[in-house]
């Protein structure tokens, strides 16, 4: 089996022949980024946390983060895609689905994420509009997904619904993309990660085997907290960390090259730029800080592991927010242009502040947290 280190150098190529020069049209097309994807699957990266005696690297969430910190700094889109699929391979370990993972691992699957509804928003824990019934012996699905990454591109999608038997919030399923009465609605045109293919999906009497249900019924919330989690916010974090560090990468080249001819001195001799350029790097050292503080605190099963796990992405999203408006100050009309590498990563950054769970709502789980409270239900 190839080794962590062998992976590095493998995205690492992929990233330079591949990922970054198609970025720029995945962005301006809103195209799904097919070709970048193939790329990483032929790497092996889809299988990274695939565990090794199932073909997969055996890599865990310290180096999915490194992969994602990677390819957020050069195509948000991409970044998300492997985001949604690193999280999905989370709930099919969990589950113990071999098969699937094998198929992950081989480079053949690419998974992803059905958890919004229109009718609760980013409340991911409440899918009160997608109902499972037995049914002449298979499970019924019927629903209206709000949003899915990937839709109509992803090989499976981990569904969620409401329990077939119980009072319990949520039940989770392995849905193929394949499956009778599954369809896509309208196509993605948003103000970024404009590549990653996020549509609505309903399911109109889906049919499923119940040996689809990964954990128990009315597990799903159980195994998503515990397993799922984790994985979309430290991975959302970390594409977070990775735009911040092209931020400030791409205004420190900027302020080299750009002169102002009339003091015979370029912008990087100027106090103010120089100032800006500081606060990018430091933001975006922060934010890479509290994630490997967090990654460390898992590892480590410390008592802080889940306050941490829930600040990184309202933390880094918020940064990266910040962190885009003083790239795009510092580098004035050049950035603002519509070829600029920053103005593309300015409206990347603007995603992690409205995606589900929303910084609001961790903001709620934080505070849950700090006064002792449980992280969902009536506070009271």
């Known amino acids: 089996m190839p080794s962590q280190r062998s992976y590095a150098h493998a995205l690492d190529r992929v990233i330079r022949d591949v990922v970054e020069p198609g970025a720029a049209e995945v962005d301006a097309a809103g195209a799904f980024p097919r070709t970048q994807l193939s790329a990483l699957a032929q790497a092996g990266l889809l299988g990274l946390t695939v565990p090794a005696d199932l073909g997969g690297a055996g890599g865990g969430l310290r180096e999915a983060a490194a992969v994602i910190r990677e390819l957020g700094a ?3 889109s991409t970044a998300m895609v492997m985001t949604m699929h690193y999280s999905a391979t989370s709930a099919l370990v969990s589950a113990g689905d071999k098969q699937t993972l094998t198929e992950i691992a081989a480079g053949r699957h690419l998974s992803t994420l059905a958890f919004s509804e229109s ?19 298979t499970v019924r699905l019927d629903a209206h997904k709000s949003w899915v990454t990937s839709a109509g591109q992803a090989d499976s999608y981990v569904w969620s619904s409401r329990p077939l038997a119980g009072e319990r919030p949520m039940t989770l399923w392995l849905v193929p993309s394949g499956a009778e009465g599954l369809t896509v609605s309208g196509v993605f045109d948003g103000l970024g990660l404009r590549g990653n293919a996020s549509a609505p999906m309903t399911a109109s009497g889906v049919r499923v085997p119940r040996t689809s ?6 597990g799903g919330l159980d195994l998503a907290m515990a397993a799922v989690l984790p994985v979309f916010l430290i991975c959302s974090a970390a594409m977070c960390a990775g735009l911040m560090s092209r931020l400030a990468s791409e205004t420190a080249a900027h302020l080299q090259r750009t002169r102002l001819e009339h003091l015979g001195q370029s912008l990087a001799q100027q106090g103010q730029p120089r100032a800006q350029l500081a606060r990018l790097r430091i933001e975006a050292d922060r934010s890479w800080g ?21 600040e990184v992405k309202a933390a880094a999203g918020e940064a990266a927010a910040d962190a885009a408006d003083l790239a795009l100050r510092a580098g004035g009309g ?25 910084t609001d709502a961790l903001y709620d789980f934080i505070g849950r947290a700090l006064c002792g409270l449980p992280l969902l239900g009536d506070p009271a």
């Open 334 to 358: 050049a950035a603002f242009r519509k070829e600029s590498v920053v103005e593309r990563l300015f409206r990347d950054s603007r995603a992690a502040r409205v995606m589900a769970p929303t």
């Open 290 to 310: 509290l994630i490997q503080d967090a990654l460390s605190a898992i590892e480590q099963d410390r008592a802080d592991a889940q306050l941490l796990v829930l």
């Open 74 to 76: 050069v195509c948000g």
């Open 213 to 218: 249900m990964l954990a128990a019924d009315g």
């Open 119 to 137: 009718g609760s928003r980013s409340h991911f824990w409440a899918p009160l509009g997608t109902v499972a019934r037995q049914d002449d012996g």
